[in-house]
């Protein structure tokens, strides 16, 4: 069983900052990727922020400049530290990595989700 688990999430004012954290656990081999997404009230997820085991990232356009993703390999963690928050950043926000439950090829992976942590922005 392979889990993600994220906290960090609250209310803050427009303007404002927060810090969301994910932490992998459970029997895996790797995780290549991990990424946030988002989902906001009546409307579909939608990926905020990936990294990769190297350290490269991948931003939506809306984000750019505000937010920063960065990972701990060897603790299996992603954070997503949040700048300059707006209101149409509310939503929950989700952790989702594809894990590799195999060590030898093929690789199978495994598709996991957290179970979200919501962040609310007032005006």
């Known amino acids: 069983q392979v ?10 004012q427009a303007g404002g900052s927060l810090r969301l954290s994910c932490v992998a656990s459970g029997r895996f081999f790797s995780i290549n990727v991990m990424g946030w997404y988002r989902q906001a009230p009546g409307k579909q997820r939608e990926l905020v922020a990936t990294i990769t085991s190297g350290g490269n990232t991948n931003y939506t356009d809306s984000v750019k400049g ?3 993703i960065s990972r ?3 603790k299996n963690t992603v954070n997503l530290q949040m700048n300059s928050l707006k209101p149409e950043d509310t939503g929950v926000y989700y952790c989702h990595a594809p894990v590799v439950i ?3 090829t093929p690789l199978r992976y495994l598709k996991v989700w957290g ?3 919501l ?3 007032s005006a």
Do not use: K
């Open 102 to 104: 195999t060590s030898t």
């Open 72 to 74: 701990d390999n060897a």
């Open 119 to 121: 962040v609310t922005v």
């Open 66 to 68: 505000r937010f920063t």
């Open 3 to 12: 889990q993600l688990v994220e906290s960090g999430g609250g209310l803050v």
């Open 115 to 117: 179970q979200g942590t």
